[in-house]
């Protein structure tokens, strides 16, 4: 069951929300289902052009490897050499920064992810947790 | 000069309240910047998945030939080579079907388009122009 | 909610023992799950090589417009520029013939696509929809 | 002469059977043929959505490179720029990390490959070497 347009939107609002609450620069959100296709977006006015690819492989990246993009950074830093073929072997629908996180339901069932980029990779990842928690579906396995 | 996310995403809403009020099928709805990319997107639940790809074709392809998609889907019937052509150069960034609007300030500069998938070319198209007119961005140039 | 492996085995199980049961050209047959990613496949010796992409292209095309490609061949007859410019905006995601049909659950949602690619189109979509008789997946509309 | 249908059908069940018995997390698990086109696949339920490609660019880039992507991660550690210039030379059909095993026949002749995904390389191997094994199409030259 993937997240709805409703939801998405409220996870939108929230993570630009917490953007402007902290000064962020401009930043562009994306809400993907649980199969990867988008369902919201929204990047703020002054946001460079690679905004919305780079989120969206934020989010997908996160969903094609089943782990936020945080920890993804974090492992790819010590196998470079593996992450970065993947990145090909999945034509590039990946980034490798924090900011990319996975949504899932109460029983812990993925339902879509969230995908930030605009500030730091940690800015960007604060952002869509708060989203995802002022739209009521933060969940342990979301944290 | 491109329109705000302020006024992409009063599009997005117009556009969807019109597609609502006429039943249409679930929609997918894109604004584009007057430079192509994404600023707002919202895919209602029950699109299926091409939708993003379709509307923003659509979007593309009008800004990217300079005229509404209504206009060249009717030319590209009549010289179907070379409007094929066209989107193998242009990398598929193209939808030969009504839905694709161009946006435009008081001065008649392209500030953007909209793109709008799901239901008939005609009954995108029309959900599109509604949420520009809803959005107070109506122009001459634009119906 | 997806189909299960299970269920897509049994789907690939059952297409292909209709095929040999009318003596079909070799057939590959692909289950995608309802975000359009591959589930189980299995590919009849002496099937050629394009197989797999056709029938992945048949699967895809059905979920991303939300119709069999049977329909979507007879729609793409009387309108070729629309649905080539479709086929270039998903990055070749689609195959105009027959053999491409989705499967739903008895809510009728779309859990998942069968695509087959060997012998024509017709006899594909056959044993597709044999298949997902055979696991007891039939719904009014999958039919 | 590449393995057939009933072979690969094999290697899958038999990789997915060590899987289970030593609790891996959820696998994808393809099977090419010599030329590297597929033959079977099947990817467990809670697999992420990118292990389909990533245990292809497995099994492709060890029937492209003519050994295992056990060897070839080992040595794309000692010469990253070389082999990143591979994965972009053949369009990402390879990933560096264990789990693509070549299937060769008892002449020694290259007959496939299979790739997994989903654990870690080396368990990912395992089970991979555990399918061929279980098929009755383990040689020294595949060990």
Do not use: W, Y
């Not at 006015?45 to 905004?51: E, K, P, V």
């Not at 196998?79 to 109460?106: E, K």
């Amino acid at each position: 069951m993937s997240l709805t347009l409703e939801q998405a939107q409220a996870i939108v609002a929230g993570a630009l929300a917490e953007g402007r609450s902290r000064a962020a620069k401009p930043l562009a959100v994306i809400v993907l289902d649980a199969g990867a296709h988008p369902v919201a977006f929204a990047r703020e006015d002054g946001a460079s052009l690679f905004r919305f690819d780079i989120a969206r492989a934020k989010a997908a990246g996160a969903l094609g490897m089943g782990m936020d993009t945080a920890v993804l950074a974090e492992r790819a830093k010590g196998n470079p050499v593996f992450f970065q073929s993947v990145s090909g072997a999945v034509g590039g629908q990946i980034a490798f920064s924090p900011g990319g996180v996975i949504v899932r339901d109460a029983a812990g069932c993925v339902t879509g992810a969230v995908g930030i980029s605009g500030d730091t990779g940690e800015c960007d990842a604060d952002c869509a947790r708060a989203g995802i928690v002022s739209a009521g579906l933060d969940q342990e396995n979301a944290k």
